[in-house]
């Protein structure tokens, strides 16, 4: 079946500009996550959604990174008043529950860079 | 709150060797481990995983890891590397209780494997 599919893969933006990625997840999967890799890193956890709620954004950067799952399904990353340090591969994964023993399937990741 | 260190971020080995990638934890509950391989701009993929049952966990591809608590590692091995196994491989944990946080993977920073002709 199909796979967590992110869209743009790749994104250039200038500094001050507002952005949006998207995640559709695996059918079925409840369980939704953000995850950001900066160059030389491991992804570091951004937000988990069960359903459509965020149930935990602690680890979003600050108040200008927002995201969304209106309908339970897809999920949208908003980055607002881009800064050159946003740059990086922004990684989305589903799970069919939220819970340690249910495998994460990623994405192959949107790469944002910011002029 | 757990963490994973990797040692080594470029390994490089002969076609036909030994690969050995370490991985070692903290945690302050019994944790979940997790091997992920990332090949050129694609998404990580699940090798294999440690979720409290058996010690030495087999996964895909020829890779295996064994669990030791006493040493708090994962590290990953495969008998004899092959060129397509050239690509970035991160540790990963979860808490592997019920509690705050069982969802997060918390990531090391990875290990890039060269694998020479």
């Known amino acids: 079946g199909a796979g967590v599919s992110q869209t743009p893969s790749n994104k250039v933006t200038e500094k001050g500009k507002y952005v949006e990625l998207r995640c559709d997840p695996i059918?079925?999967?409840?369980?939704l996550y953000w995850y950001r890799q900066s160059l030389g890193q491991g992804p570091e956890f951004l937000i988990y959604?069960?359903?459509?709620?965020?149930?935990?954004d602690s680890g979003l950067p600050n108040d200008r990174f927002f995201a969304v799952r209106p309908e339970g399904s897809v999920s949208t990353l908003k980055i607002q008043r881009t800064e050159r340090g946003d740059s990086a591969v922004y990684l989305c994964?589903?799970?069919?529950?939220?819970?340690?023993?249910?495998?994460?399937?990623f994405g192959p990741g949107t790469r944002l860079t910011v002029t | 709150a757990q963490s994973v260190t990797q040692l080594g971020s470029h390994v490089s080995v002969s076609e036909g060797a030994l690969v050995l990638l370490r991985c070692n934890y903290s945690?302050?509950?019994?944790?979940?481990l997790f091997w992920y391989v990332q090949y050129p701009n694609q998404g990580l993929q699940l090798l294999l995983k440690y979720t409290s049952a058996a010690t030495l966990v087999k996964g895909i591809n020829g890779f295996e890891a064994e669990f030791k608590k006493s040493e708090t590692s994962f590290h990953l091995t495969k008998p004899s590397a092959h060129m397509s196994d050239a690509a970035e491989y991160f540790c990963a944990v979860i808490p592997g209780d019920s509690g705050a946080g069982s969802y997060q993977l918390t990531f090391g920073k990875g290990t890039k494997l060269s694998v020479i002709p």
């Open positions: 959604f069960q359903g459509t709620g965020a149930a935990d």
């Open positions: 945690s302050s509950v019994p944790p979940y």
């Open positions: 994964a589903s799970s069919l529950k939220g819970h340690s023993s249910y495998e994460q399937y």
């Open positions: 059918s079925g999967h409840t369980a």
